[in-house]
């Protein structure tokens, strides 16, 4: 009897609230969707201590609107989750009247930081909104009392940056000791965006006082440059490119400003724990020898390049065994190349050196060719993330057409490259590159049925990113196609990579053809039922390939649904027989980093806009499939 009373009791199923404190912690701790969070929060009293903490750990607000009313109730002091928050991004709202909007965001972010609870954040962001892809960093001057307020109240912050201020905070940071000793306790991210010689001279000190415990330094420059063709007066703020970049003489004032402490850099030592660097807008071409003497880049861990003139001289020192790095994880390179491909070919060996790579981007302008497939499939067995983009054009963005045509088209693989790089790299998970044209209303192409086939050998890929539109150099009708319809067309050609890339077994047909030549588990598509492939689903389990984006997103920030990029996430859906079928969702940018969190890939900052190539219609009319266009939009 007590033997059935305890199988009765281990066959009984195990709820939630069976589970223990810590259990449930875990369990909510993975949770990745606010919405979900905020509804586990009104559960119970137990669920709401519970999920309150991830919830409330990262926080964005979008100040200057209307609903900087609803701050009182944020920071009421029942509100237990204040003391949860550890980074705070604050971004100037999306407003049509913008009169006052700064000066009424000031006075939001003052309330917030004196209402915070103390010395619970460790990253606070003062974000400005723009249109333009490079200003991204908070230009716009932050009221230094404020930035003071913050310093005084939050003493663990990980993560300080240096921006223009509306008066220098240099004097009176140096008048208190304490304040300047529990700052620095704790920082280890550092990010300088200066612009003038005041914010220069703060990045010195910022730089001087966490030298010894740096472990990521960011320098993100924006310095006016003067006109030529303006005569009036300098501005005070104006800084010559000679006087401010490093040349054959020696360091310029940007070295010797920043890094001051470290004077002279001959017998300098390098900083002794950073692993993280990142450059923006900062001429390389003759400070090569300067960066090599206090950063040690055979202990760099991430390297980022981004616009940076002369970087082809930095990769070319690297490549060299004297500071070649040992423990490199990602690279990132931006820029637009010269007529020589100098870049282009320094990064080529340079991949061809380094070893160990888990994150590859690249996005170059003005080249003749894409990164060589050789280097990439060097690091086949670290490989995660690969992102590569390229194009002949000289311009940062590539205009196009409503019709789909493009000024300047990225440049594809080919489809030995594609393989080999397939083949080699099969533990990536993410992937972006640009894929050659097919029709959306024919058979697909050949060289799309072979990059298909090639996609069959990466078996860990989850986030495919096509960064071009199918269907772009091809006239599918007399007229453009309506944007409901290239949508519905594009839908379905999602579908259809979805069956291919789930297809396990492939066999014969018993047609008595020749097969295709391809990977295990990839199938070729219509050029497979060609060939005489027969495709047959896999009934235990499915393919990790979950999300499929086409196109280039328009927008910078992660806050906002982009309109010149789609997205499809697998899911399953019944025919009418109520057989299980793979369907293609269409998923908004921004959600898709909840319900998919290996998509890290669509993050990154394309310089580049390729345009749906489909008709817009006019607001209130809509005009049938092949009419005549009547309405001329200014």
């Known amino acids: 009897m007590m033997r059935q009373e305890k199988d009765g009791a281990l066959a009984r199923k195990l709820k939630f609230d069976d589970l223990e404190t810590e259990i449930k912690a875990l369990i909510i701790e993975r949770v990745p969707r606010p919405t979900d969070l905020k509804s586990l929060c009104l559960v119970n009293r137990q669920c709401h201590e519970l999920a309150v903490k ?11 609107s209307s609903t900087d009313t609803r701050l009182s109730a944020f920071l009421s002091a029942r509100n237990i989750g204040l003391r949860h928050i550890r980074q705070i991004r604050l971004y100037l709202a999306n407003v049509r009247d ?65 921006m223009d201020l509306d008066r220098p905070i240099l004097p009176d940071l140096k008048r208190n000791p304490k304040m300047q000793a529990d700052l620095f306790a704790h920082a280890r991210r550092l990010a300088l965006y200066p612009e003038n010689r005041e914010t220069l001279e703060l990045s010195r000190f910022f ?28 501005s005070p703020n104006t800084i010559d490119a000679r006087e401010l970049n490093d040349s054959a003489s020696g360091p310029g004032l940007l070295s010797r400003t920043i890094f001051a402490h470290k004077l002279p850099f001959d017998k300098c030592t390098p900083f002794p724990r950073l692993k993280n660097l990142r450059l923006h807008n900062i001429s390389l071409r003759y400070s090569v020898d300067t960066w090599c003497k206090f950063v040690d880049f055979h202990s760099i861990e991430q390297l980022r390049l981004y616009r940076c003139p002369g970087s082809d001289s930095l990769i070319g020192q690297l490549s060299r065994a004297a500071h070649l790095p040992r423990q490199l994880r990602a690279l990132e390179v931006q820029q637009k190349d010269n007529s020589d491909n100098e870049v282009l070919l320094a990064l080529d060996g340079f991949l061809c050196l380094v070893s160990g790579l888990r994150n590859l981007v690249i996005d170059m302008e003005n080249i003749k060719t894409l990164p060589a497939a050789a280097g990439i499939a060097r690091h086949g067995k670290t490989l995660e993330i690969l992102n590569i983009h390229g194009s002949q054009d000289n311009g940062i963005l590539s205009e196009a057409t409503h019709s789909g045509n493009t000024d300047a088209e990225e440049l594809v693989w080919s489809i030995d490259d594609i393989s080999k790089i397939c083949k080699s790299c099969t533990r990536l998970t993410q992937l972006s590159c640009a894929w050659p044209q097919t029709s959306l209303i024919r058979s697909p192409s050949l060289e799309w049925k072979a990059w298909e086939n090639a996609l069959g050998y990466l078996k860990e890929i989850v986030t495919l990113h096509i960064s071009t539109f199918p269907g772009s150099k091809q006239h599918t009708s007399t007229q453009v196609l309506p944007r409901s319809v290239y949508e519905q067309l ?24 020749g097969t295709a030549d391809q990977p295990d588990g990839g199938g070729g598509g219509g050029g497979g039922a060609q060939a005489g492939i027969e495709v047959q689903h896999s009934a235990s389990g499915s393919p990790k390939l979950r999300l499929i984006a086409f196109g280039i997103s328009e927008k910078i920030y992660e806050r906002e649904d982009p309109r010149n990029q789609l997205l499809y996430l697998r899911s399953t859906c019944q025919d009418a027989l109520g057989a299980s079928k793979i369907y293609a969702t269409p998923i908004g940018w921004c959600l898709r980093q909840y319900v998919e969190g290996r998509s ?24 049938g499939w092949g009419d005549d266009d009547e309405f001329e939009i200014a």
């Open 54 to 64: 991830p919830l409330y750990r990262n926080i964005s607000l979008d100040l200057g």
């Open 98 to 162: 913008r009169c006052n909007q700064k000066q009424q965001a000031d006075l939001a972010a003052r309330m917030l930081l004196e209402f915070l609870p103390e010395d619970v954040l460790e990253e606070f962001r003062w974000v400005n909104m723009s249109a333009d892809a490079d200003t991204w960093c908070p230009w716009e001057a932050f009221p230094a009392d404020s930035l003071l307020l913050l310093y005084k109240k939050q003493r663990r912050m990980k993560w300080l940056e240096v």
């Open 207 to 234: 730089v001087e006082k966490t030298s010894e415990v740096l472990e990521e330094l960011i320098i993100h420059c924006n310095f006016d440059s003067p006109d030529p063709r303006d005569h009036s007066p300098p």
């Open 490 to 513: 594009l839908q379905g050609l999602a579908v259809s990579m979805f069956d291919v890339a789930c297809t396990s077994c492939v066999k014969p047909a018993s047609t008595g053809h």
């Open 600 to 623: 890290e890939v669509l993050d990154y900052v394309i310089h580049r806009e390729t345009l749906v190539p489909c008709r817009e219609s006019v607001s209130g009319v809509r005009g």
